[in-house]
Each structure stands twice: as structure tokens, then as C-alpha cells.
């Protein structure tokens, strides 16, 4: 079965920082690109972090580029979302997705 998990979400202060988790089962985890989506309150899901099966090529959203980062180890099929820096505006379910296939989501709150 097909699956993934994402953990590591919360509540956290502006300016706190956060690491999501995503551990995948089911298929073959080295040959896949990861996304990290989030969707918050009233708005559209939104792509926030890409990167290939290899880990040598990432991708950021410009609301996160450089306060984020996507990594991955293929040896324990785990993509990684650090984010510092965290401000109100990242609230949001934060999904982990690669093909079809999307985690259950993992709250974070960012909040004083």
C-alpha cells in the first residue's frame, strides 16, 4: 500500500522554526520526486518545496525561498521540510505529495 506520513507540525511563535517529516512506504522511494504542499484557511493548496529523486535539484516558492528547506534520505524513504524563521502567514496544513499520492497533512501554527 501506497503510503505517506507526514509528523513534526505545531504551534510555534514568529521567528520559531519547525521540521516536518514525511516517511514514505509502498513504492520505490529513490526513484521519486517529493513535494511539501500547504493549504491554509479559505485558500488554494500551494506548492511550497520540490525536490528530485536524487536530491541534487530543489525548488522553492518565493514565499519561502530562503527561510526553507526540502531534504530527503533515500536510505530511510524520509523527505524533510525544515523551516525557520516560521511567520503568521505559514499557517497551513502541510502536505507531503509525490505522483497521486498525498500524506493526511500535518498542522502548523505560527503564533505569539
Known amino acids: 500500500q501506497v503510503q505517506l506520513v507526514e509528523s513534526g507540525g505545531g504551534l510555534v511563535q514568529p521567528g520559531g522554526s519547525l521540521r516536518l517529516s514525511c516517511v514514505a512506504s509502498?513504492?520505490?522511494?529513490?526513484?521519486?520526486?517529493m513535494r511539501w504542499y500547504r493549504q491554509a484557511p479559505g485558500k488554494e493548496r500551494e506548492l511550497v518545496a520540490s525536490?528530485?529523486?536524487?536530491?541534487?535539484?530543489?525548488y522553492y516558492a518565493d514565499s519561502v525561498k530562503g527561510r526553507f528547506t526540502i531534504s530527503r534520505d533515500n536510505y530511510k524513504n524520509t523527505v524533510y521540510l525544515q523551516m525557520n524563521s516560521l511567520k503568521l502567514e505559514d499557517t497551513a496544513v502541510y502536505y507531503c505529495?509525490?505522483?497521486?499520492?498525498w500524506g493526511q497533512g500535518t498542522q502548523v501554527t505560527v503564533s505569539s
Open positions: 505529495n509525490t505522483q497521486s499520492v
Open positions: 525536490i528530485n529523486n536524487a536530491g541534487s535539484s530543489t
Open positions: 509502498g513504492f520505490i522511494f529513490r526513484s521519486n520526486g
